[in-house]
Structures are given as structure tokens and as C-alpha cells.
């Protein structure tokens, strides 16, 4: 009897790289679409736009939205488009160069550090949460989480001798800690909105 297949290492890393580009693209997409609806009709009302306190317009408007001068998803088309390209490289057999590697991480951790930042700020500053900004929050931290492992692991980013039994145990429990973290921002959003929440019961 065969043992069933899995995908080796380097397709699985190359599948993540490729999904969460192409889903962050799109998020980015749509919010770019919906941005560019309102300059030209202030009246237009995005899609994601449903309540009080989901929605995109007011986040899109504020001055966390337009950070550096231009709107924030253009950031992310040219950032997830990249994304996708590599991981379509690896899929496609490419071995990337450390040096590649290294970018990518560091990318992804700019990446990550930004997200959280407007997490914090659409939570507390706009009080708004935008369903497209919190899609690209959690593709985000789930590249930079994996990426960053899959580096640790190959030894791009070197451990000392005396940290690989703290690797292993981070390895062996990847998806527990990252359900972790995720748990830590989906509390954040319900007790801040928990007015709104509880009133929906």
C-alpha cells in the first residue's frame, strides 16, 4: 500500500507565497477600485461599507490611509504582485537566492510591522475595521510567520547551536502560535467593538 503524497518543503512555502500574493492582490484591488470610485463621486458608497462600524470609506479617506501621499493599497498591489511572482517561481521548481530570501523576509517584516500599526489605528484612531484592510492583515502575518520559519530552518537566517531546541519546538507548534496570534487581534476587535457585537445577539 502506497503512503499518501504530500507536498514537499519547498512547493508548500511556494503555494503560501503564491495564495497569500494573490489574495492580498485582490484585497488590494478592490480597496484601490472602491478608492478610486470615490474620487470621482463623493456620494459612492463601497461595498464594504455595512454598518456603523464595517467599513472601508472612512479608512481610505483618513490620513492612516494615504500614509506617505498616496493611498495604501497602491503599497500593496506592487508588494502582493511580487509576492506571487516568487512563489509562482518556486512552484515552478526556481531556486531563489539567499539573498532573495533575506528580501523577502525583510519585506514581509516592514510588512507586518505596517499592519499592525493600522490595526491599532483603525481600532482606536477611525474606529472603523475595514473587511479588505483586515483580509490583507492576516495574509500578512501569515507570509512573514512562514516565510520567516522556512528561513530559520534552511539556515538563511542563522541560530545558534544553543537556540535550535526552541526552533524545533516553534516548528513543531507553527500553526498553534500563529492561531495564537490571530486569536490575540480577533480579541482586540471584540472587546473594542463590543457594543456593536453584543448588540447584534
Not at 490583507?136 to 537556540?163: C, E, M, Q
Amino acid at each position: 500500500m502506497r503512503a499518501p503524497r504530500t507536498a514537499a518543503p519547498g512547493r508548500r512555502i511556494g503555494w503560501l507565497m503564491t495564495l497569500t500574493g494573490v489574495v492580498g492582490w485582490l484585497a488590494a484591488f478592490r480597496l484601490t477600485v472602491d478608492d478610486w470610485r470615490l474620487l470621482k463621486d463623493p456620494a459612492y458608497q463601497p461595498s464594504c461599507d455595512v454598518s456603523p462600524v464595517i467599513g472601508c470609506g472612512s479608512a481610505m479617506a483618513s490620513r492612516q490611509g494615504n500614509l506617505f501621499g498616496f493611498p495604501n493599497m497602491l503599497l500593496g498591489l506592487g508588494a502582493f504582485a511580487a509576492v506571487t511572482t516568487l512563489g509562482v517561481a518556486v512552484l515552478s521548481g526556481a531556486r531563489l537566492h539567499r539573498a532573495l530570501w533575506l528580501t523577502l523576509n525583510a519585506g514581509a517584516f516592514v510588512g507586518v510591522v505596517f499592519a499592525h500599526w493600522l490595526i491599532w489605528q483603525s481600532l482606536y484612531e477611525i474606529n472603523r475595521l475595514c473587511p479588505y484592510c483586515a483580509v490583507v492583515w492576516v495574509v500578512t502575518i501569515a507570509l512573514f510567520w512562514y516565510v520567516t520559519l522556512r528561513n530559520l530552518k534552511h539556515d538563511v537566517i542563522p541560530v545558534p547551536r544553543s537556540g535550535r531546541g526552541t526552533l524545533n519546538l516553534v516548528l513543531e507548534s507553527h500553526w498553534v502560535l500563529l492561531a495564537g496570534w490571530y486569536g490575540v487581534i480577533a480579541l482586540l476587535v471584540l472587546t473594542r467593538f463590543w457594543t456593536y457585537w453584543s448588540g447584534l445577539l
